[in-house]
């Protein structure tokens, strides 16, 4: 069955998914919809794609984060040349696709990350069985001071005042 679902009112009855496969979400009684409206991820690749599954449980086999702040790891060399051979294929420079995603995105990828990353830390902080410790390690930082600094930065309190929030 296909209907049309937005954000409704709060009379109705949330409509649960389950799972997801392509561009189609099924909810917990069967009923399928088409997913029009996720991100843009989703919208490009669809849900639960193979490759794209495997490539996630491949890469974190052998590393979830590592920090770019004065490293370098195998899986952010391998994009940089990606990111180059896709400027050469639309016929772009490096320079022009870097400033296209700037001008979309109103960030450079790396302030994009950046700014992924102190978000899915605030997520993790509502998990009491985590330190901020282990957070900030999990995500790459170099120290927890490092880690206390850019998150009270973007937030404006430390993550141990923001745990005490959630």
């Known amino acids: 069955m296909l209907r049309a679902k937005t954000c409704g009112s709060m009379e109705e009855e949330p409509v649960i998914i389950e799972r997801a496969d392509g561009t189609d979400l099924f909810d917990t009684e069967g009923k399928r919809y088409i997913d029009g409206v996720s991100s843009l991820w989703c919208n490009v690749h ?28 195998v899986p952010s060399v391998l994009l940089a040349k990606r990111l180059v051979e896709l400027a050469r294929i639309v016929g772009l420079n490096e ?16 302030g994009y990350l950046a700014e992924k990353r102190l978000e899915l830390a605030r997520d993790y902080l509502i998990d009491p069985n985590k330190s901020i410790t282990d957070i900030a390690d ?27 929030n959630n």
């Open 46 to 73: 669809g849900h639960n794609v193979a490759e794209l599954n495997a490539a996630v449980v491949d890469q974190l086999g052998k590393i979830a984060h590592s920090t770019l702040l004065g490293l370098a790891n």
């Open 95 to 110: 320079y022009k696709l870097k400033h296209g995603f700037k001008e979309i995105f109103q960030t450079t990828v790396f």
């Open 138 to 164: 999990l995500l790459g930082y170099s120290s927890i001071q490092h880690f206390s600094f850019a998150f009270k930065k973007k937030f404006g309190h430390s993550p141990k005042e923001g745990r005490g």
